[in-house]
């Protein structure tokens, strides 16, 4: 099994920073893909930033120029740098990856979230 925990969660003012990190654990062959999801209340889950295994690296439109992905591949991380938040990036932050696992297969797997609170 894999898992995934995330940190960095808080409350904010608008024009602030947080940054969140995403360790994966568990018996990891390779991360395929990692990256970061939010969910605001009433709203579906939409893509923040993310590593895809095509190499790519994706960001929702609402946070290019703001917000920026990283990784430590050695730590199985990812980070989330977020500048110039607004009250609208308010939501739980959910991470996800896709895991190819030693001896199980691929797993795609969420991280339990964390809340990112911004005010006005």
């Known amino acids: 099994q894999v898992q995934l925990v995330e940190s960095g969660g808080g409350l904010v003012q608008a024009g602030g920073s947080l940054r969140l990190s995403c360790t994966a654990s568990?018996?990891?062959?390779?991360?395929?893909?990692m990256g970061w999801y939010r969910q605001a209340p009433g709203k579906q889950r939409e893509l923040v930033a993310a590593?895809?295994?095509?190499?790519?690296?994706d960001y929702g439109d609402s946070v290019k120029g703001r917000f920026t992905i990283s990784r430590d591949n050695a730590k199985h991380t990812v980070y989330l740098q977020m500048n110039s938040l607004k009250p609208e990036d308010t939501a739980v932050y959910y991470c996800n990856a896709e895991i190819a696992t030693m001896a199980e297969g691929v797993y795609d797997t969420w991280g339990q979230g964390t809340q990112v609170t911004v005010s006005s």
């Open positions: 568990g018996s990891i062959f390779n991360i395929n893909a």
């Open positions: 590593f895809t295994s095509s190499g790519r690296t």
